[in-house]
């Protein structure tokens, strides 16, 4: 088992930043995949970012050069930094987990946390 913990959400007017930060405990592999979903009011949950335990990350097009996510290897935590946030940033962000491991993968989500951007 994993255990995901974020952390950061909160209400923000258009132009500001946040920072959303996700604790992962427990069963973590070596090989894994950390991500950040959103799900906004009406819409189909989305890739906002991820980043591979080797470092690679991986960005939602439309999200280039305003989100940026990190991640701390010694303590598991990943953070994902919004900046110029706009209203149609609104939405429930989820962290997610990918364990990278055959037959025995596994995949884990966070409760969520809601950001809300105010025009």
């Known amino acids: 088992q994993v255990q995901l913990v974020e952390s950061g959400g909160g209400l923000v007017q258009a132009g500001g930043s946040l920072r959303l930060s996700c604790a992962a405990s427990g069963n973590i592999f070596r090989s894994n995949t950390m991500g950040w979903y959103r799900r906004a009011p009406g819409k189909q949950r989305e890739l906002v970012a991820s980043?591979?335990?080797?470092?690679?990350?991986n960005y939602a097009e439309s999200l280039k050069g305003r989100f940026t996510i990190s991640k701390d290897n010694t303590t598991n935590t990943m953070y994902l930094q919004m900046n110029s946030l706009k209203p149609e940033d609104t939405a429930v962000y989820y962290c997610h987990i990918f364990n990278w491991g055959g037959v025995s993968s596994s995949d884990y989500w966070g409760q969520g946390t809601q950001v809300t951007v105010s025009s």
């Open positions: 980043v591979h335990s080797g470092g690679a990350t």
